[in-house]
């Protein structure tokens, strides 16, 4: 019997950009190198100590190893809905309009093969969280591109867009604040969007996985305030950046009955959901003291500041960030003809610090890396000190 070597779903999906940097980053470890790593957006600050204890003290009881809910358990779903009552001043039906996800980007994966039919078309801005698209590629559909900035340009394109695909489109998905790019959205913004959205019945996924990692006064809105964006919209959200979870695989989506119905019901084929006790931290993070949250936004805004005012005093400049874990950063001048992977390798050869390069968030990312702030400040000085050196030296 001759078997099939080709997948199809498979076949659709791209050479993965960032296993090149990671694997360099390996093989330099691997000779002793310190390398000091802004690649992956993974926290690095300890999980508050009640949240900690909460799981302890869970696991202990026998009961709690057995199978959980794949919607999650009825208290956690009661705490993001208290969240978003206090936090956005929205009422939802924690029965019917939440959902306990593995994480924000496995409730957005499994969402897309719940919804895609043949022939679908799903509109993903440009740069993107890969999941974002690549859920969609997954599941079967067709994926439309448009700048990610979310101003003028982008309304006008996206009503284009929609018009002319002649009710093909289906859903359109939103980040803000963006990964990559740490872009903010206005509620004005978000308005249009819904606006426009409704008006070709056209389903909006909103990521709002970093909506409490902001530095200015102004927290970032939901899409979900929008009069009548629940007629349309869900929104997926994460507890690994607001309370530095990322391990514990515990995230929501909220909103539009009909989608969390669909979730839930390919999720009730797919998983038993999260561990009970894991669950359980999880509600002592949303109802237990937010001092916790206050603390961890400051650790980013420290960071930020440090990296971006030392890069910039070297002459790698960069703007400061409003939120995110992140600062997008453009290549330098002297380095852009050869792209941001090509230079992602020398740095890391050279100036042993390792970025993401901005290609692998989509072909509008090209001339950027992202640089996680995921390092202590310690660390990030003594990058500055490596990049410096390098920029001194490269080429002589």
Known sequence: MKLKNSFERIDRLPPYVFAEVN????????FGEDIIDFGMGNPDSP?????????????????????????GILGLRKAQAAYYSRRFNIDLDYDKQVLVTLGSKEGLANLASAITSNGDEIIVPNPSYPIHPYGFVIAGASVLSLDSQPNETFLINLHKLISSKK????????????????????????????NLCLKYNVYILSDIAYS??????SPP????????ALEIAVEFSSLSKTYSMPGWRIGFAVGNNKLIAALAKIKSYLDYGAFTPVQVAGIAALNGPQECVNEIRKIYLNRRNTLVEGFNRIGWNMDLPLGTMFVWAPIPERFKSIGSLEFSKILLKNGKVAVAPGIGFGSKGEGFVRIGLVENEHRIRQAIKNVKIFFDTYGN
């Open 23 to 30: 694997s360099m980053k390996a093989n330099e470890r691997s």
């Open 47 to 71: 999980t508050p100590k009640h949240i900690v204890e909460k799981l302890c003290e869970t696991i202990k009881d026998p009961k709690s190893h057995r199978y959980s809910v794949s919607r």
């Open 167 to 194: 009710n093909k489109v289906k859903a359109l998905v939103l980040n803000y604040p963006n990964n990559p790019t740490t872009a903010f959205a206005s509620l004005e913004f978000f308005t249009e969007v819904v």
């Open 212 to 217: 409490e990692i902001y530095f200015n006064e």
């Open 221 to 228: 809105p939901s899409i979900l305030q929008v009069p009548r």
